[in-house]
């Protein structure tokens, strides 16, 4: 069985997702994950298919032929490496403005860590009017890690940009 990661990409409308998951079911192939949005009016995602291997070449020239409605990039990632260690799951919270993932992902990079997931979404301040921006991490901690320097690193960051920091 081969794996493959879809990128996709399209104007949002109604039957997208239908017609990928058709496309896949059609050549064999088995939907395992998926993480897709529509954002500012687009249709966009990631999706991990399994399918046979003599059946490859087949799904890949059907998603081409979606050019069009779909833009869909493959990738055949590399075999999956067990994860080890433990999850650090936290919030940030605060006044949206320029910089705050690139902040937040320098904190963490500067230990080495690996970002598993990144949600991040701006909503409407319910008291002021302004925008605030809301980023949700887990990054994973190898074994042994002190989860404490990296929780430090973050807090002394939410307080210098003004965002509230939850660890979950």
């Known amino acids: 069985m081969t794996r493959l990661v879809l990128t996709v990409v399209g104007d949002d409308r109604v039957g997208l997702v239908r017609t990928l998951a058709d496309t896949v ?7 395992e994950r998926s993480e897709l949005a529509e954002l ?5 995602g990631i ?16 998603l ?3 050019d069009g409605l779909l833009r869909i990039t493959t990738h055949q990632p590399l075999a999956p490496v067990a994860a080890t ?13 320029p910089g705050i993932v690139r ?16 949600t991040s979404r701006t909503l409407e301040a319910p008291m002021s009017g302004g925008t605030l921006f809301e980023a949700t991490m887990v990054v994973r901690l190898p074994v042994g890690f002190d989860a ?16 509230d920091l939850t660890l979950a």
């Open 25 to 31: 079911a059609a050549h064999g192939g088995n939907w």
């Open 40 to 44: 500012a009016g687009a249709f966009a």
């Open 47 to 62: 999706v991990l298919v399994e399918i046979p291997d003599d059946r490859e070449a087949g799904l890949v020239a059907a």
């Open 64 to 66: 081409e032929r979606l």
């Open 85 to 97: 260690g433990q999850a650090l799951r936290f919030t940030v919270l605060g006044n949206d403005r």
């Open 103 to 118: 902040e937040v992902s320098d904190a963490v990079g500067v230990h080495a860590l690996s970002i598993d997931a990144l």
């Open 148 to 163: 404490d320097e990296v929780i430090a690193d973050l807090e002394r960051l939410a307080a210098e940009i003004q965002v």
